[in-house]
């Protein structure tokens, strides 16, 4: 069982899994950052500086004077502010990060790859035929070898 473990553990594609989760919880910290004290301020100031987790309507039927009161006398709430907020958060993580991915793809170019060989052609009707054919499939010649026809 040890040995299994071990052959399990220290595969290449199980260390390089363990790295891309290290890297993604601190990636998560400077999004979550990103969010938190960029955007949303400049969402709450464009918003006249409403706080969408205080939204929320008492499901016992009384009436509080803030959302802090209600915490206090420990009210049942339906907390829709706190559903919204998490909705924004995620919309504007994922845009997030989906610029970075998008960055990251754009440096990353992947090298061209190369250009196809030429086909070869049959010597007498220039056909193409395959690499490995002794005849002509258009014409029905005999072919010299392969090497013989890219010499001339």
Known sequence: ???????????GNVIDMAVGVMIGGAFSKIVTSL?????????????????????????????????????DANAPMFQYGS???????FLLISICIFAFVKLVNRLHRRPE??????????????????????????????LPPAELMEKA
Request: aromatic share 16%; net charge negative.
């Open 113 to 142: 790859a190369p250009p196809p060989a030429p086909a070869r052609k049959c010597p007498y009707c220039y056909g193409e035929i395959d690499e490995h054919a002794t005849r002509c499939p258009h014409c029905t010649s005999e």
């Open 83 to 89: 559903f919204l907020q998490s909705v924004l958060d």
């Open 1 to 11: 069982m040890w040995k299994e473990f071990k052959a399990f553990a220290f595969k």
């Open 35 to 71: 969010v938190n004290d960029i955007f949303m301020p400049l969402l709450s100031l464009l918003t006249g500086k409403i706080d969408f987790s205080t939204f929320y309507i008492p499901l016992d039927g009384k009436e509080y004077a803030s959302y802090q009161a209600a915490v």
